[in-house]
Every structure is written in C-alpha cells, then in structure tokens.
C-alpha cells in the first residue's frame, strides 16, 4: 500500500524559506510522476510543482524562481524547496503520488502540511 507523508511546515516570515519533504512508502517513488499541490482558505487546491519519473520539471507561474522540486531516489523522498516565501504562500501544502497500471491512473495523497508565512 502506498502512503505518503509530508512534512517541514510551519511558520516564517516574508523573504524566508521553508523545505517541505514528502517521504513515499509502498514503492519506489522513482514509478511516480509526483507533484506538490497546496489549498488556501477558502479557495481550490491548486498546482505547485511536479516532476515526472524521467525528472522532468513544472512549476506554477506563481512560484517559478522561487520553489524547486528535488526527488531523492535514495530516501524515496520528494522535496519542495521554497525560496524568498510570500503570504500569498501561506497554505496547506500537499503531496500527490501519480501512476499508471494497465490503462488506469492512480492517485495518491498525503495529509498535508501547514505553512504560514506572515508579512
């Protein structure tokens, strides 16, 4: 069964950084197109970043230059690397594990963790 667990939130100020680290158990996270997705109060859950088994990247305008994405084969982890923080940061961010099995895509989810970044 695979589970994800995400951790490194918390609170910082403007300007600050903040390491979030997704630990995958199950499987190798190297089967995975894996993606960070973060959900503000009172608003959708959106995309931050991805990166695909063969270690290709994206980024959600909002954070291009300031976050990047880190996969560690050797920990089975999956990092999201937040530079120069904003409020508008300021979410519960989450982890999504992605994979293919005979035509059909499954989707997995860790609980999420806060971060709060204050002005």
């Known amino acids: 069964q695979v589970q994800l667990v995400e951790s490194g939130g918390g609170l910082v100020q403007t300007g600050e950084s903040l390491r979030l680290s997704c630990a995958v158990s199950g499987r190798s996270v190297t089967l995975f197109a894996m993606g960070w997705f973060r959900q503000a109060p009172g608003k959708e859950r959106e995309f931050v970043a991805a990166?695909?088994?063969?270690?290709?990247?994206a980024y959600a305008d909002s954070v291009k230059a300031r976050f990047t994405i880190i996969r560690d084969n050797a920990k089975n982890t999956v990092s999201l690397q937040m530079n120069n923080l904003k409020p508008e940061d300021t979410a519960v961010y989450y982890c999504?594990?992605?994979?293919?099995?005979?035509?059909?895509?499954?989707?997995?989810w860790g609980q999420g963790t806060q971060v709060t970044v204050s002005s």
């Open positions: 999504k594990a992605t994979t293919r099995r005979l035509g059909i895509e499954h989707n997995y």
């Open positions: 990166i695909s088994p063969r270690e290709s990247t």
